[in-house]
């Protein structure tokens, strides 16, 4: 599997040096990219549906922990096939559509990174490996929203994506490493048995709360949902790829994945219900008065998302069923529609539903092609959609408590669907003809071949549920649930409830189908208080963080440097002194003061010094004074033995102070501008900061430090160094980096000391 995810990556990376010989065909070349890891991972399928698991194992940072270590069973290999299958299509579909773009060869690099980083996600057992792919995702994605990016608009909802995106990738950082303390190791099938001792953990409301962060910010769950609609700025490939198919079905893998470790308790599963219905509901609600193919597209695709979301919640043995029959059906459907979608507006120029109409004669291809996945959508046999609502309306009804009330939401939300699907499936094709921007007529054979096949899947898997996707179904649920469904899928269960709550919810996406135009100029002047709207929210925190940002660029960054001094020492010392308050009882100072005569000079010298670089009122003393009180610290390390850091220290001193005088000699004559308030501040942190590092001095001499790197030292100096000098053997041969470094520094203050002195000797000529 990591061989796929490697050939993926460089064929992304390759697009553009094929795209551009070969723009013509690079449609149907692109396609064979997608198809191959589909028929790849299709031939693993006997194996999975058998019962067996597929798992690959390769070092990263073994070190830490963090591997390549994948793993293939009946819930990775479904969203692998669905991400595969959907990605020929939509790269097939993209050569023609996206053939007038700017830029296109990149387009195919970053969709092939979305899609190579979409399947390492959904087969990695590793947390941190997953989660690095996680990110590419959202990386991937916020480019291929921002595609047009001479668009102000996309540019700033492609960054709506990314950090509302990016922010729950961070909470769900953070429940991951929460996981893997409790159990110990990174890889998610090490979770399996421990779902009771991940329960009694104490950390576990914070990992379920953390992990839904993920998942929801991922899978645009309520009251993250805001973020999908505006998305839908990107070219159709990329909302038919990213927002229906698979990116936002990453959380929901998540959820399912995550079930058998995490799930069993009323904070998951009531969580998780309540976020799905809410989502479900109210994203049906908001489709209302949208006039846009793909925006009411969208909305519908948040309604299903919750849906699938809610099914999790439920739990039970038939919910999971409906859940994986609905993510398959939601995945051919949907893709269908948004890529029909993208036809109508590529070939008449407009989006807006109110001018779409009569095109049936004029696209009879694309009519088709609607209808079957329209029929599917609003859940009609014998497509496989009919299916999936069907298996909803059973699960829902077996609850005791919560029935009655999902279920009259979920009637009502699949009405609206249903109302949705006419506007998008039926609406444009017939009924008398609307003039459009461009003249229409029917879409090359690129931009046919793909939901064509997409929709006559759909009505394959309606026929024969069990031939197609019968076999993966309890291998999933083992997956979700650590057990087999022992359910069977079927077409026709006969004459129900079930049933006839499915004619219903036709009949009402009918009604509302047909008083909508009545009700829709009252809905459109309807608007929520901002309070209320979780978009205003993300605004206001965006607002924030950009003002606070600004605030601390203002005092932080001000462009003085003395500020920046202040605030460096004033943090370190502060930081530190804290540390060390805590740790008190434990610090220890004897202090010895026997003092040679030529120790007591120096000091002297050294105060006398300060005492003038303080007092002074010229800037040459003033460097004469620092320069005596680096020369005299160089003294100290001759008389302690140490003349290769005495001769380091004088060096650098020499240069400091000729820089200092070539650079302060032609400045204005020395006046004094600080304030006695300005002056008082830095008395009291210079001081501060000369106490405190006295205070580390003779605490670090009153103990005897225990470090293994002494011994080590000591030991190889000789024998590995081939030096008795153990501080020159360090610079030399332990730290030769680190020296080579400082050489290099003094090397460019040399050369801007030549250019100093050349400087006034050219001055000097003139």
């Known amino acids: 599997m990591l061989n796929l995810i490697l050939i993926g990556f460089l064929a992304s990376a390759a697009a553009p040096f094929i795209y551009k010989p070969l723009k013509k065909y690079f449609g149907w070349i692109a396609a064979s990219f997608p198809l191959y890891l589909f028929l790849s991972f299709l031939s693993m399928y006997r194996e999975v549906a058998d019962g067996n698991i597929i798992k690959e194992y390769v070092e990263w940072i073994p070190a830490l922990g963090i591997n390549f270590t994948f793993l293939l069973d009946g819930l990775s290999l479904t969203f692998v096939l669905i991400i595969t299958l959907i990605g020929v299509v939509v790269f097939l579909y993209a050569g023609a559509y996206m053939q007038d773009y700017e830029h296109t060869d990149r387009f195919y690099v970053y969709i092939g990174i979305f899609m190579t980083s979409m399947v390492g996600l959904v087969v990695s057992d590793n947390m941190i490996t997953m989660f690095v792919f996680w990110e590419l995702t959202s990386i991937s994605s916020y480019l291929l929203i921002g595609f047009n990016h001479h668009k102000e608009k996309s540019r ?24 893997s303390q409790i159990s110990g190791s990174l890889e998610i099938s090490a979770l399996y048995d421990l779902n009771e001792t991940i329960r009694n953990a104490p950390t576990y409301t914070a990992i379920v709360i953390l992990v839904l962060i993920g998942a929801f910010t991922k899978s645009a769950q309520f009251p993250f949902h805001f973020w999908l609609p505006n998305a839908m700025e990107a070219p159709t490939p990329v909302s ?4 229906s198919a698979t990116m936002v079905k990453a959380g929901i893998y998540l959820i399912a994945r995550m079930n058998h470790s995490l799930g069993g308790t009323e904070l998951w599963q009531d969580t998780i219900l309540i976020a799905g219905t809410l989502t479900m509901l109210f994203a049906a609600i908001l489709s209302f008065n949208q006039m846009d193919l793909k925006k009411l597209l969208a909305y519908s695709t948040l309604s299903v998302l919750g849906t699938l979301t809610m099914l999790l919640g439920i739990g039970s043995n038939l919910a999971i069923k409906a859940f994986f029959i609905y993510l398959v059906a939601h995945s051919l459907y949907k893709g269908t529609l948004f890529l029909v979608a993208g036809t109508l507006d590529h070939e008449t120029g407009t989006r807006d539903v109110s001018k779409l109409g009569g095109l049936k004669k004029l696209m009879p291809v694309t009519m088709i092609t609607a209808a079957l996945a329209s029929f599917s959508m609003m859940g009609i046999i014998p497509l496989v959609g009919f299916i999936g609502k069907e298996t909803v309306y059973e699960s829902i009804l077996e609850l005791d408590y919560w029935g009655l009330y999902l279920i009259a939401i979920a009637v009502l939300a699949n ?31 690129k931009m046919l071949f793909g939901p064509a096949i997409l929709a006559i899947f759909g009505l394959l898997m309606g026929i024969f549920p069990n031939v197609f996707i019968g076999k993966l179904l309890d291998q999933s649920s083992i997956s979700i649930l650590s057990e087999e ?19 219903v919810t036709l009949f009402l996406g009918i009604v509302f189908y047909l008083i909508r135009a009545k009700f829709l100029h009252i809905t459109q002047n309807l608007k929520l208080v901002r309070i209320l709207k979780p978009s205003e929210w993300y605004e206001f925190a965006l607002n924030g963080m ?12 001000n462009g003085y440097l ?11 010392v502060g930081i530190a002194s804290f540390s060390l308050y805590n740790v008190r009882s434990e610090l220890t100072i004897s202090p010895d003061f026997s003092l040679t005569f030529y120790e007591g000079a120096i000091a002297l010298i050294i105060i006398l010094s ?22 005299t610290m160089g003294i100290i390390f001759i008389i302690h033995s140490a003349p290769d850091l005495a001769l380091t220290t004088f060096a650098i001193e020499t240069l400091t102070v000729i820089l200092f005088v070539l650079v302060l000699y032609k400045l204005p004559k020395f006046l004094k501008f600080s304030k006695t308030s ?13 106490i405190f590092m006295t205070l580390m001095v003779l605490y670090i001499t009153s103990i005897e430090l225990t470090s293994e790197f002494k011994k080590y030292y000591t030991d190889t100096s000789v024998p590995g160094g081939k030096g008795r000098n153990v501080v020159n053997v360090i610079l030399v041969d332990f730290r030769a980096i680190d020296t080579l470094g400082e050489i290099t520094v003094l090397a460019i203050a040399a050369l801007g000391v030549y250019a100093l002195l050349k400087l006034k000797l050219d001055d000097r000529d003139e």
């Open 678 to 690: 300005a002056k008082l501040r830095d008395i009291i942190i210079a001081s501060s900061v000369g």
């Open 610 to 631: 300060t005492f003038m670089v303080i007092t002074s009122d010229s800037r040459l003393k003033s460097i004469v004074a620092i320069g005596v009180v680096g020369f």
């Open 485 to 503: 469904l022992g359910l069977k899928i079927k077409l026709w269960h006969g004459f129900n409830l079930v049933l006839l709550l499915s004619i």
């Open 156 to 179: 700033k909802l492609a960054l709506q994506a990314l950090l509302v995106t990016g922010g729950g990738g961070l909470a769900l950082m953070a429940g991951l490493i929460l996981l």
């Open 415 to 445: 009405a609206l669907i249903v109302m949705i699907t006419i506007l998008v499936g039926f609406k444009p094709f017939w009924g008398t003809r609307v003039s459009t921007p461009k003249e229409p007529h029917e879409a090359p054979i």
């Open 546 to 557: 950009m003002y606070i940002a600004k605030l601390q660029t203002k005092i932080l960054q």
């Open 240 to 243: 038919a790829y990213l927002h």
């Open 562 to 572: 003395r500020n920046y001094i202040i605030f460096i020492l004033v943090t370190a």
